[in-house]
């Protein structure tokens, strides 16, 4: 094997041994996930469902502001320095200063949850049922915060062991947690609350930060000579790699709050859109919670080999970038194209065979049957569009991701403003497949202007 070949082996090999790692855990823990739901949805019934899943737009909003931007910027910041440095221990500065930043923002968006739950759950979700679940919800914030930042460093790193396995044991640490208590409540002849659903995602979220900390503490333990030799000074806070942190998490931050208030919109308007269609607000709820709590984790389940693909991508084109070789970023859109497609169409056709099957045997709802059946058509775009993303945003093109996101969520909340309260669900279904081709169609686009289509670099 020639030189060249051999380093080109060397340099997929993080990607492919991370995605790896992450594909095996993000099925591990989308089984057990996919069975907790059975559980949820037959312990708390379709409304509960309902009820828990308006919590989403409160959790993602709250992610959004304090940790999201954070891991991505500290991961693509990482990564670029190893690729520019060759060094195989990037300095930790740039997850310390992520910590500085968020910890007293997580903080204060944990006391504004606290303080305004009631006005949230009636005058924004519209449930008043909700506030107890904004309160219990509340100190998951701070505690995810930390642990994406520490997440971000080792993505960043291509050491995808440690955030896969924090991944895991939340998932088991929220499942038992429920678990336990619901069976606890139940033996007591008492009918458990969906608060405890809440309960177990605030414990399952500590139990990982834990875990992220004491993995970080254990890792630069290693390196404890060049912490002694000055190269994780605490004068380096103030150095020019502060500003350029900040420069990636502030836009970052914006375009996710952004979206995810459109996110919010859209979730909301649902059951709004589906009263005016004319169901009561029992049968609204229902019809939102087979939707979101039991048809999209279904679908979305196969999303564990792209997410896996996407995270790791991210710091790979970063690298990619950073060295300039224009050649290994167009060997990786090429190949994510072509496997994402041929995944999405293999799960579309899988979907639409079994998924009444799938809706009646394991939820005993035949509207998840049907929902299953119809969201199949958005697996080839969907899958795709998840490492697309990824490549946009280690590519640098943060604002163009941005525009692009805004524009699929308008459509699909034109969807919901003009079809939801005329053809009910439905038409909510044919706007989230044509939101998935646009996104599909503009992602490729820019991506053929940038990286595809030959031309040099400016």
């Known amino acids: 094997m020639s030189s060249s070949k051999k380093n080109r082996s060397r340099a997929r090999h993080p990607l492919i041994m991370g995605a790896a790692i992450l594909t095996v855990t993000g099925l591990v823990t989308r089984i057990i996930g996919f069975f907790y739901r059975i559980y949820l949805s037959r312990l708390f019934g379709e409304e509960g469902m309902g009820i828990y899943q308006l919590l989403s737009p409160v959790l993602a909003l709250s992610f959004s502001l304090t940790a999201a931007g954070f891991q991505t910027a500290i991961s693509k910041f990482v990564a670029a320095q190893a690729g520019l440095e060759n060094t195989a221990l990037p300095s930790r500065r740039p997850m310390v200063m992520g910590l500085l930043l968020t910890v007293p923002l997580s903080l204060a968006c944990t006391a504004a949850l606290f303080a305004g739950s009631d006005y949230i759950a009636v ?52 499942v038992a947690c429920v678990y336990l208590i619901s069976a606890a409540i139940l033996a007591q002849g008492r009918t458990p609350s969906i608060n405890v659903a809440v309960l177990g995602l605030t414990i399952g979220e500590g139990c990982s930060m834990l875990a992220a900390l004491l993995a970080a503490w254990i890792h630069f333990s290693r390196y404890a000579s060049l912490a002694e030799s000055g190269a994780f000074s605490p004068r380096s806070l103030t150095s020019p790699g502060y500003g350029q942190l900040l420069g990636m998490i502030i836009p970052l931050t914006a375009n996710r709050i952004v979206l995810n208030l459109l ?16 169901y009561d607000n029992t049968t609204a709820l229902s019809v939102y919670g087979v939707l979101t709590g039991m048809a ?120 919901i403003l003009l079809t939801v309260p005329r053809l009910g669900i439905q038409g909510y279904l044919y706007g989230l497949l044509a939101s998935q081709i646009l996104q599909c169609a503009l992602y490729l686009g820019c991506l053929w202007r940038h990286s595809l289509s030959g031309k040099k670099r400016n």
Not at 132 to 160: D, E, Q, T, W
Not at 265 to 276: T, W, Y
Request: hydrophobic letters at 45%; aromatic letters at 10%.
């Open 296 to 415: 999209f984790p279904m679908i979305f389940f196969p999303n564990a080999l792209t997410g896996s693909v996407s995270v790791m991508l991210l710091p790979m084109i970063s690298e990619c970038y950073a060295r300039g070789d224009d050649q290994g970023i167009r060997r990786a859109v090429l190949r994510t194209v072509k496997y994402c497609f041929l995944l999405g169409f293999a799960c579309m056709g899988f979907f639409l065979l079994t998924g009444r099957l799938l809706g009646e045997g394991l939820y005993r709802s035949p509207l998840a049957g049907h929902f299953i059946r119809t969201l199949s058509l958005i697996c080839p775009f969907l899958y795709l569009d998840t490492t697309l993303s990824s490549i946009l945003q280690g590519l640098g093109l943060s604002g163009r991701l941005f525009l692009i996101n805004v524009s699929s969520l308008l459509v699909r909340l034109l969807f």
């Open 123 to 174: 005058k924004l979700l519209l449930e008043p049922r909700t506030a107890p679940m904004i309160r219990i919800l509340a100190p998951s914030i701070p505690l995810s915060a930390i642990h994406a930042c520490v997440n971000g460093y080792f993505y960043g790193i291509k050491k995808a062991g440690v955030p896969a396995g924090t991944q895991l044991l939340e998932q088991c640490c929220r």
């Open 263 to 278: 996110q919010s919109v859209e979730s909301v308007s649902i059951p709004a859109g589906l009263r005016v269609y004319g």
